[in-house]
């Protein structure tokens, strides 16, 4: 066995121990609004449910190790006294991924991320409206567990209203496991799906991905590209370039048929394989190729 005194070894290192070990972790997905009314949507993965009576959840947005600053969310609830949770299913993962990406004080990630804003009944923040069980909350308190970086604050979150879709539901009215198809956070850029076991999502880009709202209206209503698939497309620093794209096609005899027939189904099941392999460059250069 390897002994650690946790004083002994860097926050980092510390975190990624923790991380590793104790999981799967669920996701809060946390809708707020600042001061002037602008929303922000950020996931947490140090979360889960106290008390039933009162329905009590707790998320905690960890001052950042390498800077010491505090989050928007936290910032947010400071203030506003507000928090929608929103659960996170298998089937928004990359765009909750995306989310996360540190964008400017101001920046809507709701729109970053693809997601739709749904009124809330009785707090001011949207909720999610893709996301399959929705907690309105009341912040009842606040406990910051220190002042370094690495240190949580405990948001203590009493909830006021539930949405729950109905297609997660089973015979009795109850939520079933299977339906709701949960994902929950592990080490690294693992995460685990129920009944489904481990996969992984890359971490968004530092130098922040373009967005789903930079997507080409045409591209985004696809029917055939998933909002996870939109996701993968969202979390690039640039598009290719009109050579690259060129480049790209002229090499394929099958890519370039397609591009030239106008085949926008086939076009987007072929690009939709490149995403499923990672391979999103290639994905984009052959949907930008109907662009041009």
């Known amino acids: 066995m390897i002994s650690i005194h946790p004083a002994d070894i ?14 799967p972790r669920p996701i809060a997905f946390v809708s707020t609004i600042d001061e002037k009314g602008r929303p922000n949507l950020s996931p947490y993965s140090f979360f889960n449910v106290f008390s039933a009576n009162p329905p009590i959840l707790i998320f905690s947005p960890a001052r950042r190790v390498r800077d010491n600053t505090i989050k928007h969310t936290l910032e ?6 507000e928090a ?19 964008y400017p004080e101001g920046v809507n990630e ?5 997601f739709t804003m749904q009124a809330s009944d009785l707090v001011k923040p949207p909720r999610v409206a ?26 203590f979150s009493e909830v006021v209203k539930i949405h729950i879709n109905p297609g997660i539901l089973d015979e009795n009215g109850t939520i079933d496991q299977h339906k709701i198809d949960q ?8 995460y685990s799906r129920a009944n ?21 209206e045409k591209i985004r209503n696809s029917a055939v590209l998933t909002g ?65």
Request: charged residues 20%.
């Open 10 to 23: 860097p926050v980092q290192k510390l975190h990624g121990y923790l991380l590793g070990a104790v999981g």
């Open 183 to 190: 994902v929950a956070r592990m080490g690294g850029n693992w």
């Open 130 to 155: 893709e996301s399959p069980v929705q907690f309105e909350c009341k912040v009842t308190k606040i406990e910051p567990l220190g002042k370094e970086g690495g240190a949580g604050n405990l948001v």
């Open 228 to 292: 996870n698939d939109l996701g993968k497309l969202g979390n690039v620093e640039q598009l290719p370039s009109k050579i690259e794209i060129g480049e790209f096609i002229g090499s394929n005899e099958v890519l370039s048929s397609m591009v030239k027939n106008n085949d926008l189904q086939s076009l987007h099941h072929k690009a939709k394989e490149y995403i499923d392999r990672n391979e999103v460059l290639s994905a984009w250069k052959l949907l930008l190729a109907n662009e041009l």
């Open 196 to 216: 489904k076991g481990m996969f992984e999502v890359p971490k968004p880009l530092s130098s922040l991905g373009i967005g789903v709202d930079a997507i080409p």
């Open 84 to 102: 929608v949770i929103n659960v996170v299913n298998y089937d928004m993962v990359q765009q909750m991924s995306l989310s996360s990406t540190e």
């Open 110 to 114: 709701f729109l970053k991320a693809g």
């Open 76 to 81: 947010n609830v400071e203030k506003m006294k």
